[in-house]
């Protein structure tokens, strides 16, 4: 650490550097401009096209090469480091919620930036733009081994199940990438180096519906999809591993007046144990068995017989893999000694990013915010501070510039 300290120091004292430094600055009217516009482009999972072909020009005109892959990635490399090993710096384009219109993403008289997507990830696919720029504006290091590959991927939230980073961390092209740093979010106070595993699962109850008056006493999906609910979170293991479940998605029924033929939830298990996510899933399977037995011996009891039957599946449509960084990691010591310099006092955390897939592969990542605050995240409510936002750049620009000669 005192060797690496010291070559901090070093750096910030190079004039390329400090000249980098300082157009974090005098920029920053450039960047949050930046950051509205490609907030203002829609792009929920799966439908990141037009986002995506926004930040491939705006790569290309900053200098730097920019192609989509076959996932739909965005990737921008230095034209004289085409194909050549680097150290990807990514961020995700995609947005739980999107905008209906660019109006829904504004500037408030205090400074903040309003709307769906501005802070997770509009911070850091903004900080990818601030990169470009300032490296092709006044290279901060020159005649490196590695150089900065910078990505936009795709499916980072929600059901895309982190397949822009799988595909980038296939085995054809992750022996390109000698390490991962993740832009995820806003402020500079957590460090993910450990990957916090999920698994997605839609659970789905179908029967023959009928009249809510007439048919009295069919199997009613609805009814039984609560009674799993219910069953579940009563019996849902505590304490540590820290884990977490949510329901977050529930559909089923037509009309008041009608037994619905079908109900789904879709649910989302997270652990720091793979030991207790099997736990959990093996009780969200029996939980649903439990409730289908319960309102299939009601539908009998009410002389429906066979016919007013139901039927129920559990269905896996998501896994995130997990993983950590073995001790003493050479990428997460050039960040502390980044920290150090900068002090800042980021905590070690465990989070789901797209740092999980090439933790669980091994490969050197983390996962860091881009600077500055924000919340609401993935809620109508979403906000942005850019105050503060240079602290985050430089950081991201000087572990770079180590670990493009480090690694």
Known sequence: MPALAKSVAGLVEADQVRACLEWFRKERAWINDQHLKLCRIPAPTFFEQKRAEWMAERFRSLGWDSKPDRAGNVIASLPEYRDQPGIAVTAHL???????????VKLASDGR?????????????????????VWKASPPVEDTPLAPVLVANVGEEGEGNLCGMRYLCRPSSAS???????LDGPSTERITCQA??????????????GHSWSDYGTGNPVHALSRAVTHFADQSPSGG??????????????SINAIPTEARAKVDLRSESRERMDQMAALLTASV???LEEENARAEAAGRGAAGRLAARVKEIGSRPGGALPDRSPILECLLAVDAHLGIRGSLDCASTDANVPLSLGLPALSIGAGGQGG???????????????LGLRRILL?????????
């Open 94 to 104: 995609d947005t739980v919620l999107a905008p209906k219109s660019p109006d829904d």
């Open 113 to 133: 930036m309003l709307g769906p997507g501005v802070s997770d990830n509009g911070a850091g696919l903004s900080a990818l733009l601030a990169l470009a720029a």
């Open 176 to 182: 390109r990438f000698k390490a991962f740093l993740v």
């Open 196 to 209: 916090l595993g999920s698994r997605r699962y839609e659970v789905n109850f179908t029967g023959p519906g």
């Open 241 to 254: 591993p820290r884990s977490a479940f949510n329901f977050g998605v529930i559909e089923g029924g037509t």
């Open 289 to 291: 068995e439990k409730a």
């Open 376 to 390: 609401g995240a993935h809620t109508p409510a979403e906000w942005y501070q850019p105050e503060g936002r240079e």
């Open 399 to 407: 572990a770079v510039c180590l670990l493009c000669d480090d690694i």
